[in-house]
């Protein structure tokens, strides 16, 4: 009730605001069709702070004031070629504004107006069309022909080249080789066991244009590239020789908010000989196609035909970086990760470091997933008695095609007996196993070869309520230098009453499993991601150990506390929900890393 109430009240100073403007009305309910989704209500007023006071539409709908209004331009407005209008009327208002304060309908009111009345300044003729370059693709996607759109996984620059393209009818997805596209496809769940693609272009302008601007017709786009003559060749030679076809055609170049990128198709063209008649223009005069000398052919095909746009989204590797504003992933995408063990951290860690943009891994793990530990694990039922290694591939290039896997359901010491290359062409292993013999054996193999890459150990503690993440790196530390001889941390997070059960019996005979959730896995996750991150940008350069401490008094509840080896080590008093890192020196206790 308070809700509705308030949009009540909302509606009724709105229309209060507004009506007190000279010359403003409401319109009446039979005449909001065809405005928003789920109109409410709807005023015409003068926009003040214009020239010329031109009449706007103001609407509002159901979730008003908690949704702001929209403003239009009525029919046959002289605004409506304006940058920042859609061909509705529809102005965008959204340009640069501050906070709004939603909870007083009468300034979300006026801050519509003056929004309004800022989009339609008059600008000069170049300053108007920079503001159609900059934002090319909101309009373009305003005039694209169907539901058709165009997935580009090539990164654009400036270079025009052949592309190679696969389409279904809802999709056009376009990439630098036959290799790179196959793979996207394949990961992305296609199911085909022969994809045919063929031949399109990449075109560079040097000089951006308006969507209004482009071209829409083959011929019109030959003359454009006629300044451009390699590119005319280019465009010329991907014509369809052997049999009709169409061919796509991408154009990119700058603007001040980065590349911009537009997709058409050019049709093979066709001479109309009458009502559901016609025939092939390319062919005419020619027994065959093959036949026609290849210039003509050309330009036969460049004519009359209409270019048919279609919506372009990209997905290559550079716009997602810029998307996530990380500066990483252009050095990520290059590296490659070793991940021992794919239990529930080192799936979950997996996943994070392919979100953050790592292009290559190395999976080994010789379990398969199992019922009981689905609750925690990334994978769900779905993957159920698949090997982790494999399942944790599927699930991630499903979600992320470019990302490249390479599995071991093996354990990591008889693969690297096998062949140690898995593990010496990585950039960073980490081992997320929480097994001390695995680890051990591993940290032997990392201290005693030069030519072994940094190595992470990482682990969930008791009730998983903290976590650790130790590289070894450089001339710093080793694990043997921080752990007993029992292989229990010297510097454990927390500490634990003698008889807290800390592991827990499952029926059978020693399967022991280490209690904790999937919310436990997060900060752990995290923590082992972001070293791992640091330690392939060169951020870490020597034995560093990082660990997270959960809530203080859920640790004490649980029978445990904070660790007094690790209050000394860090020289202080450690809170609780917080982490640290420490760098990790050598133990001249250690029998591998004395001098």
Known sequence: MILSDLQAAGIAIADETILSKPG???????????????????????????????????????????????????????????????????????????????????SVIEWALKRAAVTLQSTDEAATREEFIDEFSAYWNEIVDGKKSAITLFTPGPRSRKLFYWENNELLILADCR????????????????FRFREAVFLWLPEPLTANEFPSQGIELKNLLNQYPSDLKLLS??????????????????????????????????????PSKSKLLVE???????????????????????????????????????????????????KQVCIVGCGALGSHLAY????????????????????????????????????????VKTFIQKQLPDVCITTHPDSWEDLFKQDPSPFIGSDVIVCTTGDWACEEALNLVKTTSSSMPPTIFSCIETFGMSGQALAVIGGGGCLSCGTNPNGRSIYETTVWQADTEANRQAGACGDQFLPFGFTEVGPVSDLVARLTIDVLSGRV???ELRGWI??????????????????ALLRGEIRG??????????????NLCRD
């Open 237 to 274: 030679d991907a014509v369809p020789r052997n049999e009709p076809g169409q061919l796509p055609v991408v154009v990119g170049f700058n603007t001040n908010n980065g590349i911009a990128l537009a997709t058409v198709i050019l049709d093979e063209p066709l001479i109309n000989l009458g």
């Open 352 to 391: 994070a470091l392919a979100r953050a943009g790592v292009g290559h891994f190395v999976l080994i793990d010789f379990d398969k997933l199992s019922s009981d530990n689905t609750r925690r694990h990334l994978l769900g039922m779905e993957y159920l008695a698949q090997y982790k290694v494999q399942a």
């Open 24 to 106: 403003s009305y409401r319109l009446l309910d039979q005449q909001l069709e065809g405005r928003l989704l789920n109109p409410k209500a709807a005023w015409v007023t003068e926009l003040q702070g214009t020239a010329d006071k031109p009449n706007v539409i103001v609407c509002v709908d159901t979730h008003f004031p908690f949704s702001l209004p929209q403003v239009y331009l009525p029919a046959g407005s002289q605004y409506a070629a304006h940058p920042h209008v859609n061909k509705r009327g529809k102005l965008c208002l959204l340009q640069g504004s501050p906070g709004i304060a939603h909870r007083d309908p009468r």
């Open 550 to 567: 959960g809530d203080k008094d859920r640790i004490e509840e649980a029978g445990g506390q904070i660790s007094g080896a690790l209050t």
């Open 284 to 334: 005419e005069g020619f027994s065959k196609r093959s036949h026609l000398p290849p210039k003509m052919l050309s330009s036969r095909y460049l004519s009359n035909a209409k270019l048919k746009r279609i919506k372009t989204n990209r997905f290559d590797m550079e716009w997602q970086d810029y998307r996530t504003g990380n500066n990483e992933s252009q050095t990520l995408r290059n």
């Open 541 to 543: 350069k020597n034995s």
């Open 179 to 194: 290799k790179k596209l196959k793979q996207w496809l394949t990961n992305s769940g296609w199911q085909r066991d022969n």
């Open 577 to 590: 929900n917080s982490s640290f890192a420490v760098e990790f020196k050598k133990n001249v206790a250690c």
